[in-house]
């Protein structure tokens, strides 16, 4: 069964350091999501793509992150510099179309910023 | 910005009994969705309701949305230490699909 691929699944950084996290779609699906979920909350949107354009990012604190789906198939998303609040689960989605799909989830990187 | 809340945030009960988790919003969505989280993985997808009203069963677990689909309601018949897990509601918007999710309920079912 395809899956969406997510990498590391751990990240220890120091805050003010860059990190990455990247993610690989189940194939064939154009719409890539990431979203943040800090420990006790629900998943908050951070970014939408479909293909490789930027359709929502209205959540994404742009003055640190960046994310970047440049051929439309897997996925960055950037750091710079780390704070301590940043310390979360970072999880990534696609799914075939941009309205009326699923979302599959991957299994996410978990963030420590010390 | 549309909001969902989801009640209780955290039930603890004996293997065998019943119980309910409760989505609730002032908003109108177009669909409702039900996910379970197990720690340290990511969402997956129980249900998918549409229309209000509507009431979906997937064995022990029935889902149902309001009349006025700003709600919705999981019950659990007869829980096993399976089901535990975290519960997660997330409401897609009229926009297009966009979700925002619950808070969530994190059930313990101890045997």
């Known amino acids: 069964e395809a899956e969406v691929a997510q990498s590391p699944r751990y990240k220890i950084t120091e805050k003010s350091q860059a990190v990455a996290f990247w993610c690989d779609p189940i194939s064939g699906h154009a719409t890539l999501y990431w979203y943040r979920q800090i420990l006790g909350q629900g998943p908050e949107l951070l970014v939408q793509f479909q293909d490789e354009s930027v359709v929502d990012d209205s959540q994404l604190p742009k003055d640190r992150f960046s994310a970047e789906r440049l051929k439309g198939v897997d996925s960055t998303l950037k750091i710079q510099p780390a704070e301590l609040g940043d310390s979360a689960m970072y999880l990534c989605?696609?799914?075939?179309?941009?309205?009326?799909?699923?979302?599959?989830f991957g299994p996410g990187t978990r963030l420590t910023v010390t | 910005t549309q909001l969902l809340e989801q009640s209780p945030q955290f039930l603890s009960i004996q293997e065998g009994e019943n119980l309910t988790v409760y989505c609730n919003s002032s908003s109108v969505f177009s669909s409702l969705q039900w996910y379970r989280q197990e720690p340290g993985e990511g969402p997956v997808l129980l249900v998918t309701v549409v229309t209000g009203g509507e009431v979906k069963k997937l064995k022990r677990l029935t889902f149902q949305f309001g009349d006025a689909r700003k709600d919705s309601s999981l019950h659990i018949t007869a829980a096993q230490p399976g089901d535990t897990g975290l519960y997660l509601c997330?409401?897609?918007?009229?926009?297009?699909?966009?979700?925002?999710f619950g808070g969530g309920t994190r059930v313990l079912v101890k045997p």
């Open positions: 989605a696609s799914s075939l179309g941009f309205r009326g799909y699923e979302q599959y």
């Open positions: 997330a409401g897609e918007g009229a926009a297009g699909n966009k979700l925002t």
